[in-house]
């Protein structure tokens, strides 16, 4: 589709059409596409918030230079539930079959590289290891190395020590296997929605321990209801209603709560939202559309290495600088993606292709 820029000269009007590659529009179908890559560029951004409300643990004053950290990291994982319940919902409908096979393709690989990451940073520096001022590591033990490798950590076990973020995949873990029963009843969903909302509120009136350290499943029971919206309202999209419930609801949950909470936490949640509810009204600009999918595919490793990442740095010398940290992690977790990740999806997509005479692609 040409573009045409009434009042501006011929000669930029060249310029725009030699660069279609940056300024092209597409059909609505294209839309769609430039649409996942949004939820993809906000992937990053709340990764990028849950890593800078962690890196307050190494570089001291942090806090008053990156006002990033206060969009609550908090809010930021809930984010994260939300965009991971709506994407589970749409990748489930249009394609059921394969779909724990495709789950498992898309988190384990990485997952696994990342604990064993953790793991070892200790034994690289041995009694040399240097904690940072706003956190003491432990090197973690095998049994919760191996407990953390099956996801137990937040039921039976703790999340490893070196890597504490990882509680947060027993939930997407746990949702990820009871989406088949969510997807047939839809009844069955609302009421674990309903149940986990409640249970939510009520979460600030009771004893219990920051998320990350409950055991037996009840961080699920607590936050599962952030994976639950975005996981229903992709069913009742068209819906006028569900277009104002999604960030209502959300909104309302998140401030009744009010726990581990920072100052900005609502341009967080209104970012989330507005990127779900009117991201695919924005036409496809197929240059941004490459960077905010690239954005997407780092979000993930980002998310998993920063803290060790972080712990790393500290250790070879970066005390003080506190852009380089983030720069040192967004490298590490796009060296993860290129050259581990899709590398390792592709030879295990190519054995099972082998063994099954199934083209890749079709598994």
């Known amino acids: 589709m040409e573009i045409k820029i009434s009042g501006f000269s011929k000669g930029f009007q060249r310029f725009i059409r030699d660069k279609k590659w940056l300024l092209k529009t597409e059909n609505m179908q294209a839309r769609q596409s430039m649409y996942w890559d949004l939820l993809g560029g906000m992937r990053f951004f709340l990764a990028m918030i849950v890593a800078v409300s962690h890196l307050t643990w190494y570089v001291e004053g942090y806090r008053r230079v990156f006002i990033i950290e206060k969009l609550s990291g908090m809010v930021a994982v809930i984010g994260f539930l939300v965009i991971s319940g709506y994407s589970i919902a749409a990748s489930y409908e249009q394609r059921p079959t394969g779909y724990y096979f495709r789950r498992v393709l898309r988190i384990v690989p990485l997952y696994w590289v990342s604990i064993t990451i953790s793991a070892l940073i200790p034994l690289l520096f041995g009694d040399h290891l240097l904690d940072p001022p706003g956190t003491i590591f432990k090197t973690p033990t095998i049994i919760e190395w191996m ?40 009844n069955v969903a609302l009421l674990a929605f309903f149940i986990s909302a409640l249970s939510y509120l009520y979460y600030p009136h009771t004893q219990l321990s920051y998320y990350s350290k409950l055991k037996f499943g009840l961080a699920t029971l607590f936050l599962g209801w952030a994976w639950l919206l975005g996981f229903l309202f992709y069913y009742y999209r068209s819906i006028i209603f569900s277009k104002v419930a999604l960030p209502v609801i959300g909104f309302l949950l998140i401030f009744c709560n ?8 609502m341009v967080t949640w209104a970012m989330t939202c507005i990127v779900i509810l009117w991201g695919n009204t924005i036409p496809r600009l197929t240059f941004i559309a490459k960077v905010l999918k690239t954005l997407g ?16 740095f500290y250790n070879l010398g970066g005390k003080d600088a506190a852009i380089y940290y983030l720069l ?7 060296i993860l993606d290129v050259y581990v990740d899709k590398p390792l999806k592709v030879y295990i997509r190519k054995v099972l292709a082998n063994l099954s005479n199934l083209k890749p692609n079709d598994i």
């Open 297 to 312: 595919d780092v979000s993930y490793p980002l998310y998993l290495i920063h803290i060790p990442g972080f712990l790393l």
């Open 328 to 334: 040192f992690v967004v490298f590490i977790a796009l």
């Open 258 to 265: 009010g726990k581990w909470i920072t100052s900005y936490w």
């Open 147 to 186: 407990s953390n490798v099956v996801f137990l950590q937040g039921i039976t076990s703790s999340y490893i020590n070196t890597n504490p973020i990882v509680w947060t995949l027993t939930i997407e873990v746990l949702l990820y296997l009871l989406t088949p029963l969510f997807a047939r009843s839809k």
